[in-house]
C-alpha cells in the first residue's frame, strides 16, 4: 500500500508563488511516473505537471514557464514550485504516482488565488 501526504496549499495573492510538497510512503518500488493534476469547481481534472522516470518533464500550457516540477528520491518527495500565480490557477491540486502501472492518489490541499 503507498499513502500520498500533500501540503503546502494556501491562499496568495495574485503573483505570489507557492510550493506544493507530496511525500509518499509504503510500499514504493520503482516509481514510474509522479505528477501533478488540479480540479477547479465545475471543471475535470487536469493535468498540470508530470516527471517520467525521473527524467522527462510535462506541462499544461497554462503553466509552462511558471511551474516546476522536481523530486527528492531521498525523501521520495514530490514538489511543485508554483510562480506567477493568477486566479486561474485556483484550485484543488492532486498528487498522483504510478507504481508498476497502478495509480495512487493523494487527498488534495486547496490553492486559492485572489485577485
Known amino acids: 500500500q503507498v499513502q500520498l501526504v500533500e501540503s503546502g496549499g494556501d491562499l496568495v495573492q495574485s503573483g505570489g508563488s507557492l510550493r506544493l510538497s507530496c511525500a509518499a510512503s509504503?510500499?514504493?518500488?520503482?516509481?514510474?511516473?509522479m505528477g501533478w493534476y488540479r480540479q477547479a469547481p465545475g471543471k475535470q481534472r487536469e493535468l498540470v505537471a508530470g516527471?517520467?522516470?525521473?527524467?522527462?518533464?510535462h506541462y499544461a500550457d497554462s503553466v509552462k514557464g511558471r511551474f516546476t516540477i522536481s523530486r527528492d528520491n531521498a525523501k521520495n518527495t514530490v514538489y511543485l514550485q508554483m510562480n506567477s500565480l493568477k486566479p486561474e490557477d485556483t484550485a484543488v491540486y492532486y498528487c498522483?504516482?504510478?507504481?508498476?502501472?497502478?495509480?495512487?492518489w493523494g487527498q488534495g490541499t486547496q490553492v486559492t488565488v485572489s485577485s
Open positions: 516527471l517520467i522516470s525521473g527524467i522527462s518533464t
Open positions: 509504503g510500499s514504493i518500488f520503482s516509481i514510474y511516473a
Open positions: 498522483n504516482i504510478n507504481i508498476g502501472g497502478v495509480s495512487y
